[in-house]
């Protein structure tokens, strides 16, 4: 039986924190036919409370530090402040939905990061996905909405990369669902020239991405993101898109990333 | 047919403050058979943060008014760092569970508290509990668990009183469940002295209930949470029971309300 397709889409801090592009966003989302996922980041907005609390964000080789002061910020802003006004604005859009982390339904678990040369403090990688709980909230319609947060068997909170957590959604959906990846960052795609936000590549395959990486295109901040997404495709996601705010409309342009 | 029961607990701030005391809460929660609801308040967590971000708690009347930094903490508070940490605390208890706003599922809907002499700000009065939505979670053996927060129809969240929750909840349940409501606060039930911890009253009727108004016993702050109960057995809820965080043991001391 040919499987239903699920869209699973992740969109960032920034885009959250601008009110217009948000709304524009939220009312393509809420336009999506079929079953569908969304997951987001929280951005600045938890370095900023962290910041007014008086908790100095720790850095450790350029790398963040989530100590327990910042997994505390990070579970009120991420998991409290963004999540259910997501689910508000959402619900207001006749779009039933349920703001989520890891630890609800025991539905993202994962492990502490080892620390090696650096802690990174409770920091989260993802150990397993409770696709039978996602499942059952998609058959009564409910649409999941997830935050940048997973937990382990412990019961510890953990800061986890929001593109992580939308891969591994995909990836676990993929045995029940077609699941279709959609990530909405700041460029409308992936860029041919840095300079110019209308060099958008229209598709990227590994041959594609081979070139690009030897011809120096692909930006650091770019590289993890597109190696994710070739994992999603050799794991068992259908489709993946990269984009922005626009991503979910008919005549955006946008990335598509192939094997 | 004979309705199954459905067992409502409502916690307060204090008690989740208190480790030791709140563990042994969850322990003995977990331990109860059958389907259940946890609501939970936040105490002083919420002004305590507030206070650190700087924004001033506005008093009039004695009374407090949440403004639209105050809904923001009680939201990140209640609704992120409690709800998601008290998730995780009974998910490793076995206890499969979720945090709920009354923005998720549009589950406990209200509009906002008319200004009158007194503009008390983005405070919550409940007008509809989605019973539906409940029963589906309670059916697939979730336990939902509420922070003291209701939406409007308009997408608003809302501060809003726990204990209030605690019994809309169990009043829209009341239609498809025996509902039981717990309450779960500092002493061991309502005292017959107040200077006396032990003076518990095992039941309190509504012909008990005015003896003890005439005797001037009840204290101002138990009144309107008597009043509550009181309407809350006359609108369909089957059994109400006040004690401190070990009401659930089986042989507890605690106050029964009947009418």
Known sequence: ????????????????????????????????????ILVHGGGKMATDIAGKLGYETKMVDGRRITDKNSINVITMVYGGLISKNIVAKLQVLGQNSIGLSGADGFSILSKKRPAKEIDYGFVGDIEKVNSGFIS???????????????????????????????????????????????????????????????????????QKYQQLLEDKVISDGMLPKLQNCFEALETGVFKICLGDFRLLKQDSKFTKIKL
């Open 1 to 36: 039986m040919e499987r239903e397709s699920l869209k699973i889409v992740k969109i960032g801090g920034k885009l959250i924190e601008d009110e217009a592009k948000f709304s524009e966003f939220l009312k393509d989302f809420s336009e999506l036919e079929g079953p569908k």
């Open 136 to 206: 059952s909230l998609l058959k009564q319609e409910i649409i999941p909405v997830f935050c940048a947060i997973s937990c382990t068997e412990e019961g510890q909170l953990l800061n986890t990369n929001a593109d992580s957590i939308a891969a591994a959604i995909a990836k676990a959906m993929s045995e029940k669902y077609k699941t279709e990846l959609y990530f909405c960052f700041e460029k409308q795609g992936v860029l041919a020239d840095a300079e110019d936000d209308n060099s958008v590549i229209s598709e990227i395959d590994t």
